[in-house]
């Protein structure tokens, strides 16, 4: 039997030192091997000393490579030491095997590295795939809703060479992306460009959340003074236990009785039969000159609650992203509850009231087309205590001209998402394999809709244009 389990040992672990195997449990789909560590001491990983004092054992049930088309589970049996260098931060450790286990390790050294090679190999194909794919663009007619072209990426120069065979666009609609913004302004410069009010909206509500989550503090309600009072009025003791904790009593207590028993001459091993305390707490308690050398750790110069003591009792604070969404939501439609946290949050902290009546400020200048007035907020905004706000308006500033067309006139690119949308679901149903053609030819020939009349076109026309006088929206193809 010994020569069996050693050959085993040379054939499972024959690169791993100190590994024994005890027994193997074959089923019909998991192999389970059961072993056990045979050195006799361990380098604790903090301060890198050896100890040999055992502290207990448990098992561990790290996958291994597979054999034969079946899984691989081996049952180690390791051991937790007790590091013997008092000035170490860790009083037990656990024993690892070089080469086969790591901390919080649920593979063997030999999957893991197995593993990542395949990952490696696997990952890279699927970037490089990813990266044949570019993001698309997608122009629609936002006067019919009609679909006009799809560009294969989203470069300027791409849209600058589709808008300069088009000289007849007065009017496009677009997002804030710098690509739009060059594209449009090198080859259609007659056009207004007008930015899309939802992106704007949007914008300005993750700016708001930026400022919200800075001043989190002002959302904790204030403790009542009552309470404040009495904890000023407790005196403060030395000792960073109160007196009458049943902890510090009962530490007291022990510390004196075991000094007063070494004093009579008893041996610890004889104070630990005594008390029925172990060796290890005994020599603790013989070490410390004083009992207030024994109130050390995460409590020392901390307030402790007693167990079962009064706690204050009151509703949760809401979060930053609560708090946004009542900041952008109209007050009007707002409900009762929601109004009154929101006006004590307001009260309590005058920088999110502040933000409030910016948003609100935007909020109207973008509901009544109102962009005349978009320079004076941005002034305003620039000279408020809230740095997200003010990124924000920054931002603003550098498309101030598209943005103030987006705060005046009625048109918008809306239309473009639900077109964004059907283009996602035809690259979804080729799981991400689909080249530019494929999704485009699909696209136009599935594109009629409640929305949309079936029209024709000739071979090799890449789409219909407009009538002179309308106008193309570029949109976005948020590829995943």
């Known amino acids: 039997m010994n020569k069996v389990l050693s050959q085993l040992d040379e054939l499972l672990f024959s690169s791993v030192t100190g590994v024994s195997v005890v027994s193997v449990e074959v089923t019909d789909t998991v192999v389970r091997v059961a072993a056990r560590t045979t050195e006799q001491q361990a380098t604790c990983p903090a301060c890198g000393c050896w100890s040999s004092r055992i502290h207990g054992s448990y098992l561990r049930f790290p996958r291994d490579l597979p054999a034969a088309d079946k899984f691989v589970v081996v049952s180690l049996g390791v051991r937790r030491f007790v590091c013997a260098e008092e000035s170490c931060s860790r009083r037990t450790f656990a024993e690892q095997v070089p080469g086969l286990t790591r901390r919080f390790g ?18 890279g194909r699927g970037r490089l795939r990813s990266a044949r794919q570019p993001q698309h663009s997608v122009l629609v007619d936002v006067e019919t809703h009609r ?19 088009r000289p007849g666009i007065e009017i496009i609609c677009r997002d804030r992306a710098p690509f739009f ?30 400022c919200v989550y800075q001043h989190r503090g002002c959302l904790r309600p204030a403790p009542p003074t009552g309470a404040g009072q009495q904890e000023a009025a407790e005196p403060t003791g030395l000792s960073p236990w109160p007196t009458g904790h049943r902890f510090a009593e009962r530490t007291r207590a022990k510390h004196a009785t075991i000094h007063a028993l070494l004093a009579a001459g008893h041996s610890k091993r004889s104070i630990a039969r005594q008390l029925g305390m172990g060796q290890s707490t005994v020599l603790r308690f013989a070490r410390a000159a004083t009992h207030e050398a024994l109130f050390t750790g995460q409590w020392q110069n901390r307030r402790t609650v007693l167990r079962g003591s009064p706690r204050p009792v009151g509703p949760r604070p809401p979060t930053a992203r609560t708090v946004t969404r009542w900041i952008l939501t109209h007050p009007d439609a707002l409900q009762e509850p929601d109004q009154i946290q929101l006006k004590t949050v307001l009260a309590t902290c005058p920088e999110l009231d502040v933000l409030a ?3 609100r400020s935007f909020a109207r200048m973008l509901t009544q087309l109102e962009g005349h007035r978009l320079p004076e907020w941005i002034e305003a905004a620039s000279t408020a205590n809230l740095p997200g706000l003010q990124s ?6 550098r498309d101030l001209d598209a943005v103030t067309a987006g705060l005046s006139q009625q048109w918008n690119s809306g239309v473009v998402e639900g077109h964004v949308n059907r283009i996602k679901m035809l690259k979804r149903q080729m799981f991400g394999r689909a080249g530019f053609e494929l999704p485009r030819e699909s696209y136009w020939r599935n594109r009629t809709s409640p929305l949309h009349k079936k029209w024709t076109r000739a071979p090799g026309d890449l789409g219909r244009l407009p009538p002179p006088g309308t106008s193309a929206a570029p949109g976005r193809d948020r590829h995943h």
């Open 106 to 123: 649920r593979r063997t050294e030999r999957l893991r590295s197995t593993l990542v090679s395949v990952g490696l190999a696997l990952a």
């Open 147 to 165: 679909p006009i072209d799809l560009l294969p990426d989203r470069e300027a120069d791409t849209l600058a060479a589709w808008l300069a065979k």
């Open 181 to 210: 913004t060059e594209g449009a302004t090198r080859r259609a410069p007659q056009a207004l460009q007008i930015a899309d009010r939802w992106h704007l909206w949007h914008n300005l509500g993750e700016a708001a959340e930026k």
């Open 357 to 359: 009546g910016h948003v």
């Open 392 to 397: 924000f308006a920054r931002h603003l500033e």
